[in-house]
């Protein structure tokens, strides 16, 4: 595609739900990053897939964030019994890049979650 | 612990006017410092970068000025235009690691 696609747009979740949300990154890039932004705040990483290999979870706050990227392109992050401290934008990258990626990013509009 | 630190938190410039943003960081490994812009409802979009072998770094009315030794940058914005009523972010990588470490936002609003 021309861009990355991000879905759902908006999602509201009732506490304790799991959600997914999804990312489809531009075609034949090899990195794909989620960042989490919260109200008012800057972009923080969660995770890094260099194609199916997540090689950094390092910002994944808590074992109810899971994040899969299985045949190296769509990804799909987790979020299982949701905490109304979840709710903010989640943003997707992608790269057509290797190591040192952080150079080529091109961000999704992201899917906002709002945990009610 | 936050390694980049933005300011102002917003800034009001009349049009044709400067904006001028200032971002500092603490890690000295940190190799490649971009700009993002971000309007509301998208995703931040890359506006211009620069890397520490230079001190500046102009493209279009955007430069970035660098001083390695204070550890600082800044993005100045010439003749601001109303479309140029934005979030700004400044971010910093190293090489080793891939990941962005943004800063936390100047809502710049350009009156007419």
């Known amino acids: 595609g021309a861009g990355v696609s991000q879905s759902p747009r908006y999602k509201v979740a009732k506490r304790g739900q799991d959600v997914a949300l999804r990312c489809d990154p531009i075609?034949?890039?090899?990195?794909l990053f989620w960042y989490q932004q919260a109200l008012g705040q800057g972009p923080e990483f969660l995770t890094y897939f260099q194609n199916e290999a997540q090689l950094d979870k390092s910002g994944l706050p808590s074992d109810r964030f899971f994040a899969e990227r299985p045949e190296g392109s769509v990804s799909t992050l987790k979020i299982q019994r949701t905490q109304q401290e979840d709710s903010a934008v989640y943003l997707c990258?992608?790269?057509?890049?290797?190591?040192?990626?952080?150079?080529?990013?091109?961000f999704g509009s992201g899917t906002r979650l709002t945990v009610v | 612990q936050q390694q980049v630190k933005q300011s102002p938190q917003s800034l009001i410039v009349q049009k044709g006017g400067i904006s001028i943003i200032n971002c500092a960081y603490e890690?000295?490994?940190?190799?490649?410092f971009p700009w993002y812009q971000q309007f509301p409802g998208k995703g931040p979009a890359l506006l211009i970068a620069?890397?520490?072998?230079?001190s500046e770094k102009k493209e279009g009315r955007f430069t970035i000025s660098f001083n390695k030794s204070a550890k600082q940058f800044s993005l100045h914005i010439m003749d601001s235009q109303p479309g140029d009523s934005a979030t700004y972010f400044c971010a910093a990588s190293d090489y080793n690691t891939d990941k962005l470490i943004f800063g936390t936002g100047t809502r710049l609003q350009v009156f007419p």
């Open positions: 990258a992608s790269s057509p890049q290797g190591q040192g990626t952080s150079y080529g990013y091109t």
């Open positions: 075609s034949g890039h090899v990195s």
């Open positions: 890690n000295t490994a940190f190799d490649y």
């Open positions: 620069i890397r520490p072998d230079v």
